[in-house]
């Protein structure tokens, strides 16, 4: 089994144990009653490392003024882990993991945090639960 693919299965196994719904390149994580939150999974190389970029989108860079943008940045600097990005048009926040070696507790603690935060950051700026 190649390390992807034991990278699936752990994300597979942790939604049946956390309640959250795998849809093969995401994890749609209930954030509470109401809310929910998507993380996105997306395979990379670098360096001849095989890593996995989990991202949430918190909502459209076009849609935020450029002093919260800015604000953003500064914001970035006293994040625990994970960083806030922009992908395209969308202000995102991401985490970076090896594929090898990757267990179900770490991937849950990533996607966890990526939804909470994403969550937060999209409810502070859009005051709407659109991703």
């Known amino acids: 089994m190649s390390h992807r693919e034991a990278f699936d299965r752990a994300c597979e196994a942790l939604c049946g144990d956390e309640g959250w719904h795998w849809a093969g390149d995401a994890i749609e994580v209930p954030t509470d009653e109401e809310r929910h939150q998507r993380v996105s999974i997306e395979f990379?190389?670098?360096?001849?490392?095989?890593?996995?970029?989990?991202?949430?989108?918190?909502?459209?860079?076009?849609?935020i003024h450029p002093l919260k943008l800015t604000q953003a940045l500064r914001i970035n600097f006293g994040l625990p882990h994970g960083a806030l990005a922009l992908r395209g048009d969308e202000l995102v926040m991401i985490d970076t993991l090896m594929v090898e070696g990757a267990d179900a507790e770490e991937i849950a603690a990533s996607v966890e945090y990526l939804a909470e935060t994403g969550d937060h950051f999209e409810e502070k700026l859009f005051g709407s639960d659109e991703n």
């Open 44 to 63: 990379f190389e670098f360096e001849d490392e095989e890593l996995v970029r989990l991202y949430t989108v918190i909502g459209s860079s076009d849609r």
